[in-house]
């Protein structure tokens, strides 16, 4: 996993308040969904990644290659199908706008931590990045700070709707603070390829967001 996938993460808990009817797990989906097709395409040989350490000061990931699951153009491609399907699930036009709008937020918040790698389009030569990663200091200020303030949101919109709803939330905060912070200042990965797994292993995350959600709701459905 990349260090700023904590902040797409906070991009999808503060959206459960412009848009309560989906599913936190949904929202994890969109706001992760460059990262949940990259290692799959990774594995596939259609992508690539390099371990380079001291590459950036927070990770020694390169990405060679990486043009289907990151390039601004395709992320806007994969957001219209992904809120299309939100729309024939007859979720409403406002919950396919968001999805569509996270998927599109994750090349943003990449754009502002990669070096300049991330791709425009598909065999497009330009790349963009402003480094946020070649500071480690500023880099948990932003992430961090984007954590903590997508959960006050979420936390604020939302309310338990049992003892799950609390902990399953609580549990799945603390296991991504420590997991980001295993990743920023624990050893390399051995190989591209374990970082491609890792990056499978995502999918618990979202099943993870699904579960809490179905144990907590908007606190404006709040009964009596």
Avoid: C
Wanted: aromatic share 12%; proline share 7%; charged share 15%.
């Amino acid at each position: 996993m990349t260090p700023m996938f904590l902040g797409h993460f906070a991009l999808a808990m503060a959206a459960k308040r412009a848009a309560p009817r989906l599913s936190l797990g949904s929202l994890f989906v969109a706001a992760q969904f460059a990262d949940l097709l990259w290692p799959i395409l990774v594995l596939a040989g259609v992508e690539r990644v390099e371990v380079r350490p001291g590459i950036t000061a927070v990770t020694p990931l390169d990405f060679v290659s990486y043009p289907w699951s990151h390039s601004l153009a395709m992320l806007a491609v994969w957001g219209v199908l992904l809120g299309a399907a939100f729309m024939a699930a007859r979720r409403g036009a406002a919950a396919a706008g968001m999805i569509a709008a996270l998927v599109v937020s994750h090349w943003l918040l990449d754009f502002a931590s990669h070096r300049p790698d991330m791709p425009l389009s598909p065999g497009g030569r330009r790349m963009l990045g402003l480094g946020l990663w070649n500071s480690l200091p500023a880099t948990l200020v932003v992430e961090l700070g984007l954590y903590a303030l997508g959960l006050a949101i979420y936390a604020r919109s939302t309310e338990p709707r049992d003892r799950i709803g609390r902990w399953a939330l609580w549990s799945l905060i603390g296991f991504l603070g420590a997991l980001y912070l295993g990743n920023v200042f624990g050893p390399p990965p051995p190989s591209a390829r374990a970082v491609a797994w890792s990056g499978v292993a995502m999918w618990l995350l979202i099943a993870w967001g699904y579960w809490i959600d179905r144990h907590r709701r908007p606190v404006s459905a709040r009964a009596g």
